[in-house]
């Protein structure tokens, strides 16, 4: 696999460590990973050891902060790499959610 | 050899006397076999029917050999289904129907001295609802009893029979004393179920062969008035076809060509708003290509298909893969990062060229089935290309495509676009109805 995610939960937070790319070929277990939280007030996406991300990937995440932010959840990116914050910046994500959710790691 | 020549030059006297001719031909010749296969099928079907008869009879003539007349004659004094006599004769007709799966039932009658009547006397049958010595038996085939009784041979029935068991054709034999006096008949019903399979058979068969010859008729006469009609479809548009005066075909002609001269107005009409439209749409074309080309300060050029050749052709190709499955898109950057490693590109130019591969070939994975992308060595760095056999862009939609970027506007398809057009050094797009071709440029120094 291209992409691994490990989930876990304390407390009503879950945090999912991604390990590898996001891209075409690893959005739906991104989707499914998350889609299978229930009863979460927070919810932390570890990018530490993620790769490459792509738009498609970008698009994702962004549909999924939609959905985790109508539900009331808050939701935040930790550790993103600079190369792959470079992206998010570029498809204007920090604009549209806020710059608080994402959290570039420390070289 | 006179007649002949005149024969031949009365058929030769005009097309309709020809296809008369022909057409009478042809049918009779149809007719003919068909009435021929017609005639061997029922031919056949009669023949059925009396090896049938036969059969019925010779069964019925042997049952009534075996029973012993006089035996027979005792239970008239001794109507007894108990006694030796009754059971010997039973046992004897049982024996025969187990030895012949056809035998429907098989059962003895005899005539009254008094009247018309008949009687049951044994019956092979003994269940519960089986003929009783003594019942009546009402004469259904009396002509073929009175008959039988008169010559005292066997006989079949004429005609199959059918009740709640099924379809039967019935024998008959006279069972007869030591004096050769009748004493009884031997009544065998057999089975009918494969002659009525057999004739359903055949009976399709004569529907096939109907529908066939229908069919012949019905082709051979269209080829005909085809072949005959055949010089109208000869004509070489806008000519008129010249048809002799007086042939028969003359209006027929003159009406075909006023169609085709209709036909052929409003093909040059749609030609020429062919032409219209597709100089509009060249126009529309160069426009943006022009302004896509100033704005991005010659950095994005639209390809037309014979620009797409020669962009696609320059240098040497490095390396090539085909763009199928999602996966795919991982070993195009692969494939990217391996090679610009090689030409000693920066980590970050690695990089963003990664990113650009990644998202060219994932619009191929979603918009079309199949490309292929090769990675070629061109003078001032390194030329990706990637073509496929979707269904191409809207020129319209290219320019919110390539210049808007993120989500924060309505258009979500093409942000791809924005990434390619921001970190490759130079890029060629040609997108019609059969694919789209792109190719991306990473020179090695950031220079045009």
Known sequence: ?107 | MGNLSKLRMWYQGSIRRKMTFKVAIYLSLILLSILGSYYYIFHHMFKFNETFQLEVTNLAATAASLIDGQVHNRLQTHPDENSVEYRKIQRLLQVFKENNSRIKSIYTIRKLNVGNKWEYVVDADNTKDHHHIGDNYTVIDQEVIKNENANNAPVAGHDFETDQWGTFLSGFAPIKDNNGQTVGIVRVNMTAKGIIKLEMGLGLWALFLFAFGLGLMIHMTYRAIKKSTKPLGNQNHPEKLNIKTGDEFKAFGEIVNQGGDLLFNEKRMLEEDLEKSKMERDKIFNVYKDVIYSVTQGKFNLLNESKSKSISCEGNVLTEVKIVHPGDVNTARELIHKVLEQEKYSPEKINHAMLCISEAATNVIKHANYGIMQIRKIDKGIRVTIADEGPGMEMDKLPNMVFLNGFSTKISCGYGFGIINKFANKIYLGTSRNGTFLAMDFLKVDTL
């Open chain 1, 1 to 107: 696999m291209l992409l691994k995610v490990k989930t876990k939960i304390a407390n009503e937070v879950a945090t999912l460590h991604f390990d590898g790319v996001l891209d075409i070929s690893t959005v739906e277990s991104i989707q499914t990973s998350v889609n299978k939280l229930i009863d979460i007030h927070e919810v932390n996406l570890d990018f530490d050891k993620v790769t490459f991300v792509d738009s498609t990937g970008i698009g994702t995440i962004s549909k999924i902060l939609r959905k985790l932010n109508s539900e009331g959840v808050t939701a935040t990116i930790r550790n993103i790499p600079p190369g792959v914050f470079e992206v998010f910046e570029i498809l204007g994500l920090p604009e549209i959610f806020g710059e608080k959710v994402f959290q570039i790691k420390n070289a």
